[in-house]
């Protein structure tokens, strides 16, 4: 693709540059559409690429999570990372580090963070799920999703577990799930 049409000499050497980087990058392209298609795949590219960055995040964020079932005590209101004494919120908190991400300490604070997820069909693997355990309607408990109903939460009575989001305590606790 050889620009040479333009009167001036520097416009000629800016379309063969063009050309060269084109041709440099394995990509032929032909006709006047030939730099809009190349910017079309390139931002295809790019999606795609934060899609399957999004994706692989999520999937280390669930396995970060199920490595540490049976191996966390839970205690409210702690986060001793090193005896892996935790309390739900500083689990999650965790989790989210160990694959870079930074979110804050508390269950409601973490509820304020993404794009909330309302609807239980709708939780992708890796968002985090607020339930309400105490008082009605008011988040106090969080859990990391991890696919086909269930999610891995850091509870009082058996520390980090999978649990069914279906089964009749969580049931009717849900509130919302945040997708980061």
């Given at each position: 693709?050889?620009?040479?049409?333009?009167?001036?000499?520097?416009?000629?050497?800016?379309?063969?540059?063009?050309?060269?980087?084109?041709?440099?990058?394995?990509?032929?392209?032909?006709?006047?559409?030939?730099?809009?298609?190349?910017?079309?795949?390139?931002?295809?590219?790019?999606?795609?690429?934060?899609?399957?960055?999004?994706?692989?995040?999520?999937?280390?964020?669930?396995?970060?999570?199920?490595?540490?079932?049976?191996?966390?005590?839970?205690?409210?209101g702690v986060r001793d990372t090193?005896?892996?004494?935790?309390?739900?919120?500083?689990?999650?908190?965790?989790?989210?580090?160990?694959?870079?991400?930074?979110?804050p300490w508390s269950s409601a604070d973490q509820a304020k963070l993404g794009t909330a997820v309302k609807k239980k069909a709708n939780l992708r693997e890796g968002d985090l799920v607020f339930f309400s355990t105490s008082k009605p309607g008011r988040i106090n408990h969080v859990g990391i999703y991890v696919g086909n109903g269930k999610f891995v939460s850091n509870t009082a009575s058996s520390g980090v577990v999978m649990l069914d989001m279906n089964d009749s305590y969580w049931k009717n606790r849900y509130i919302t799930g945040r997708r980061l």
């Open positions: 693709m050889l620009l040479v049409k333009k009167s001036r000499l520097s416009k000629s050497f800016v379309g063969i540059g063009l050309a060269l980087s084109l041709l440099t990058s394995g990509t032929m392209l032909f006709g006047p559409q030939s730099a809009f298609a190349a910017a079309s795949d390139s931002a295809a590219t790019a999606a795609y690429s934060a899609t399957s960055t999004s994706s692989s995040k999520a999937s280390g964020i669930v396995r970060t999570a199920r490595s540490y079932i049976g191996k966390v005590r839970y205690k409210f090193s005896r892996l004494i935790l309390d739900c919120s500083s689990f999650t908190q965790l989790v989210f580090k160990k694959n870079g991400i930074t979110i």
